[in-house]
């Protein structure tokens, strides 16, 4: 019932862009914070990009700031991730989770950091592959 799944993903050069898109059913976006987070083999699990509710503030990890961008269409039920100038450390399979909690990316108790929040739903993920 509850489902994300994830798409656009694909090999890249380095430079190049992708945009991944996080489509759910079963359930809507509307008021529910999304975050983007990837994971490389033998690397932990990082948080990417959080998108709020609402008026979509949007948070993004140091190693993606400038080049990516996360936004909202609630009315496709969508959260899509604008990947730019990808690098090969870019390389990981990216995933799409609803975050328990409020709608929005801010710190919350007793949660935390938008990153270390729980997951209500997850999606399998889409391979993103940088590479020459």
């Known amino acids: 019932q509850v489902q994300f799944v994830e798409s656009g993903g694909g090999l890249v050069q380095p430079g190049g862009p992708l945009r991944l898109s996080c489509a759910a059913s079963?359930?809507?976006?509307?008021?529910?914070?999304i975050g983007w987070f990837r994971q490389a083999p033998g690397k932990e699990r990082e948080g990417v990009s959080c998108i709020s509710s609402g008026e979509g503030s949007v948070f993004d990890a140091d190693s993606v700031k400038g080049r990516f961008t996360v936004s909202r269409d609630n009315t496709k039920n969508t959260v899509y991730l604008y990947m730019n100038s990808l690098k090969p450390e870019d390389t990981a399979i990216y995933f799409c989770a609803a975050l328990e909690g409020p709608g929005y990316c801010g710190p919350v108790s007793p949660y935390g950091i938008w990153s270390d929040r729980p997951f209500g739903a997850w999606g399998q993920g889409t391979q993103v592959t940088v590479s020459s």
């Open positions: 079963g359930f809507t976006l509307d008021y529910i914070a």
